[in-house]
């Protein structure tokens, strides 16, 4: 049986492209960012404080380091926000019509990024591990690279391609931050919407946001249904488990241009979820720390 949940806003309006929600269990904070709203928002969930930062340029994505700073991708950088300085780990080199999409850091800290095409043409986006101020390339010739997941060992990866309707499985080495081989491809064009950022839960199952089919569906490495979030917009984009035993499941969306005002953007919640995991830590020290 399918077990059926209905999120809730936390808040309205936040965004216009909501993305990325990773939490940070050391001082109760959800960052999240905001792609065409060049922002990066954050959120004390023990009593809802919001604040965001405006950038000027797309935030694409944020992981979280190993003393807990934030390393924001932008659309054409990486920068790990120290507390006195910045230091910028990539930048530059990017095809101009390709940006940065979702990021995730594996289980021994290596930070993963991928692309899109700007105009959102087939064929021109990747995944690589950004690995001493170089891009290394995982997969190329995608459609939109999107969401990231690892089995709690880290020998699979998931990887969702969102105009390929599908979500690869692999075997994959965390110590070398490399894919082994594949294990399988999971078909979900027959899902309402299309695959978007996902998150893997302690029982190591997905939930994966389907743009533009208003939920967040659980399912198996092997593809079986779980469980459904509905939401009342179209648009989710991205999900993470935090809060309280990482038992709170937190979702981004997206506003729709074409529907009524400020429809979509805002943050989305949902209480005694199925436990998270603490997000992976990017193995980064700043020069001169020991």
């Known amino acids: 049986m399918t077990v059926a949940y209905r999120a809730t806003a936390l808040i309205r309006e936040a965004c216009e492209l909501g993305e990325g929600p990773i939490y940070r269990e050391s001082d109760g904070t959800l960052f999240f960012v905001d792609i065409d709203g060049k922002a990066l928002h954050s959120l004390r969930v023990s009593d809802g404080e919001h604040s965001h930062s405006d950038y000027g340029r797309p935030v694409c994505a944020v992981a979280l380091t190993q003393e807990d700073l934030l390393a924001v991708i932008f659309d054409d950088e990486v920068t790990v926000m120290a507390t006195h300085a910045s230091e910028q780990l990539w930048t530059g080199g990017l095809d101009p019509s390709l940006r940065f999409n979702d990021a995730q850091v594996d289980p021994a800290g290596n930070l993963l990024v991928g692309t899109t095409h700007r105009d959102f043409s087939p064929g021109k986006a990747g995944l690589y591990h950004l690995v001493d101020g170089h891009l290394k390339p995982l997969r190329e010739g995608l459609g939109l690279s999107n969401g990231l997941g690892w089995s709690a060992d880290g020998g699979e990866l998931y990887h969702i391609d969102s105009l390929a309707q599908e979500i690869l499985v692999a075997a994959y080495d965390p110590a070398r931050a490399e894919i082994k081989r594949e294990v399988r491809r999971l078909d979900v064009s027959g ?61 981004t969306t997206a506003q729709h241009p074409q529907g009524p005002a400020h429809e979509g953007g805002g943050l989305y919640s949902v209480s005694g979820m199925i436990a998270g995991r603490p997000a992976h830590r990017l193995a980064w020290r700043a020069h001169g720390s020991s």
Do not use: N, Q
């Not at 302690?202 to 198996?220: K, P, Q």
């Not at 249904?225 to 991205?238: G, H, N, Y």
């Open 191 to 251: 899902y309402s919407g299309v695959p978007d950022g996902m998150t893997v839960d302690s029982e190591g199952c997905l939930w994966i946001a389907f743009f533009g089919g208003g939920e967040v569906v659980r399912i198996t490495p092997e593809g079986k249904v779980l469980a459904r979030v509905s939401l009342d917009t179209p648009r989710p984009t991205s999900v993470c488990l935090g809060g309280r035993g990482f038992k709170t499941m937190f979702i």
